[in-house]
């Protein structure tokens, strides 16, 4: 007996097997996670592009005055940090309908892959939202608080938490979310081999890198758009699908 969900009539993607009702249920909820998942990476890309103007770790005290003297940049910085936790609600949206449409396609999903997924994603949130808030921290209280420019030296603590948060421990938590979520939708015959392989380097990426350059944490947003692009996909094909109703009229 085939499992409900995985019967060789699926195909590539991932249609579940138990009726009209559940293949509804299953191209809503990851076409919104989907629709999420991009609305996220846009959302997350400018935020991080508005909160790279902040002085870096390797730049002198110098840089550190002069920017929050008084440089315009200050506001994009402030408009970047009120921008991640949109992101942040964004990326919950699409977590969570993502794990909706695998408990449609998957019933019994593997369990430790399943909890995984969920406390990688919460870890993931939480700690960018700490790590931005550290980094433009100075900039949000100089522009909006008119307080005084900060100390230097506290200034560069601040980005070094800011940092340490993010590209220590926020991107494991995201290569974590990402390693669990490539198995549950490979699993679930939504992505493909060659795009599962690929889903699989950029997590192993995000799990192993070493940098705290800010272009290496687009690599998650790069993941996040093409997990999107195969649940469209497999909400187009769920919607496809003819609607069959069963037949009432006994065989002789």
Same mark, same amino acid.
């Given at each position: 007996m085939t499992a409900p969900g995985n019967s060789p009539d699926n195909g590539s993607a991932g249609i579940p097997a138990n009726g009209p009702e559940h293949t509804a249920a299953s191209a809503v909820a990851a076409r919104i996670a989907a629709i999420s998942g991009l609305v996220f990476a846009v959302l997350f890309v400018v935020a991080l592009v508005l909160l790279h103007r902040a002085p870096k770790l390797a730049d002198p005290d110098a840089t550190y005055s002069s920017f929050y003297a008084?440089?315009?940049?200050? $506001?994009?910085?402030?408009?970047?940090?009120?921008?991640?936790?949109l992101a942040g609600i964004a990326f919950l949206w699409h977590m969570t =309908?993502?794990?909706? =449409?695998?408990? @449609? $396609?998957?019933?019994?999903?593997? &369990?430790?892959?399943?909890?995984l997924n969920l406390l990688a994603g919460i870890i993931f949130v939480i700690l960018l939202f700490a790590g931005t808030a550290a980094v433009g921290a100075v900039a949000f209280g100089v522009y909006f608080g008119h307080t005084p420019a900060e100390?230097?030296?506290?200034?560069?603590?601040? @980005?070094?938490?800011?940092?340490?948060?993010?590209?220590?421990?926020?991107?494991?938590? +995201?290569?974590?979310? +990402?390693?669990?979520?490539? @198995? $549950?939708?490979?699993?679930?015959?939504?992505?493909? &081999?060659i795009p599962a392989v690929i889903a699989y380097l950029l997590?192993?990426? $995000?799990?192993? +890198?070493? @940098?705290?350059n800010p272009v290496a944490f687009l690599v998650f947003p790069a993941w996040v758009v093409l997990v999107s692009v195969f649940l469209l996909r497999h909400a187009? =094909?769920?919607?496809?699908?003819?609607?069959? &109703?069963?037949?009432?009229h006994p065989n002789p």
């Open positions: 008084g440089g315009g940049d200050q $506001l994009f910085v402030a408009i970047g940090l009120y921008l991640v936790p =309908a993502i794990r909706n =449409a695998l408990d @449609t $396609l998957t019933p019994a999903p593997s &369990t430790m892959a399943h909890g100390d230097p030296a506290v200034a560069r603590g601040l @980005t070094g938490l800011g940092y340490g948060l993010v590209f220590i421990f926020a991107v494991r938590g +995201a290569g974590m979310f +990402a390693l669990t979520t490539t @198995t $549950l939708l490979r699993a679930a015959k939504v992505l493909p &081999t997590a192993a990426f $995000l799990l192993l +890198a070493v @940098t705290n187009a =094909a769920s919607r496809s699908l003819p609607h069959r &109703t069963p037949d009432t």
